[in-house]
């Protein structure tokens, strides 16, 4: 499971948001991943991406939602395949907390896309207005997504858990909210296939006139880039360019891997 590899990263970000992985007796134990019968697409997808046996079924019950709710489970017993996840950062039991971006190498906008697929909103306010969210009771993956929107789209935002039950509510609306989700959501990629429904139809919506001007991100100049490459320090380089350690260490990786052009030489 590389995670360099966009589909697994997608993948890897899916199940540390919506999967649960479980110890049995000795040696024993599962991966599990429910969702509503309609995604079952993805769940497809990822016993493909899987060299290990797995399983899919679905079943209806009644909720307090619905009279009747179908839903598809994956579940996975290998346990080189569990072994391997939980090296990579999936951790067994409770995770909500604990769970954090993994800390090698990995695609970075398949895995964000694949954590606001499992447990983020794509869509539109009831005032109309575009917005990508995510809610998530884990600081290192509230502070990630700051991060990686900082990189993307020049917002700012400052994690903070609300009053009434601690959990993290991450928003980005109208301007910014496009930029995000079109970096996330481009042409081919993994995803749940509502979600890019979703995603694109944030791009027809246009500022009303007479309303305040979205903030201007603050881009990238080759000078920087060069900086950046210099160093090879995100924490030097934030000091030196005045920029945050996470945008630095996203940026970095983007060079290092070609998702951004490397700068000309002078």
Known sequence: MDLTVPEYAYMFGFLQADGHLQRGAGQKGKLTVELNARDVDVLRE???????????????????FAETHSSATWSLCSLEARTKLSELGLPYGRKSRTVAPPGLDFSSRDYLRGVIDADGSVGFTGKGFPFISLTTASTAMASYICGYAREATGAERIPKRNSRDGIYNVLYTMEVAQRLAADLY???CLCLERKRTAAASLTAWVRPAGMRSAYAKRRWTDHEDRILLQLKSPTAAATALGRTVQSCNLRLWRLRNGQVPRPSTE
Request: aromatic residues 18%; positive net charge.
């Open 46 to 64: 990822f016993q493909k991406l899987t060299p290990y046996y797995s399983s899919i079924r679905t079943r209806e019950r009644s909720t307090n």
């Open 186 to 188: 481009y042409p081919g």
